[in-house]
């Protein structure tokens, strides 16, 4: 399954919104990748397993299932997350990208790639995958409110 979607950060129509800067929105993603805990509903600790420039792979605890990842990112452009196949997970690749198409608006593109609708039926893999999409936009919508907490407050609630 492929679903791509951008969440917005900076609306220059919406003077309520505090603006924030790219380099608060990067350090909210940079946040996610070593405390995801404060992003990933479930998930009850995460083990940085190994760290090298632009490179970190861990360990997620969701309960008993563990989820090794491997997040690559390009510091001001780009995080890519990736997770192999197992019983207890789809396995897939989520990239987020920081766009900025203008002075004044600021955005996440947020790009992933599963293997969730292989082997279901076309209309079994059409309902789960709306679900499945419905959950990510969600999600993604959560990680910008947890990222601009993060920039006005300095914490992640």
């Not at 492929?2 to 380099?23: G, K, R």
């Amino acid at each position: 399954m492929y679903f791509e979607h951008i969440v917005e950060i900076n609306d220059p129509t919406n003077p309520l919104a505090a603006i924030l800067s790219p380099e608060q929105v990067w350090a909210g993603l940079m946040f996610r990748v070593h405390e995801p805990v404060a992003f990933l509903p479930g998930l009850d600790r995460c083990v940085v397993r190994q760290e090298s420039p632009g490179r970190v792979t861990r360990e997620l605890h969701f309960g008993s299932a563990c989820i090794l990842d491997t997040v690559t990112f390009k510091p001001q452009e780009w995080v890519c997350f990736e997770s192999a196949a197992t019983a207890e997970h789809a396995g897939g690749r989520l990239t987020i990208r920081l766009e900025q198409p203008d002075d004044e608006q600021l955005c996440l593109r947020f790009t992933y790639e599963t293997t969730l609708s292989e082997g279901l039926e076309e209309g079994e893999s059409i309902q789960v995958s709306e679900f499945v999409k419905s959950a990510y936009r969600a999600s993604d919508v959560d990680t910008v409110r947890v990222i601009r907490m993060i920039a006005t407050t300095g914490r992640p609630h």
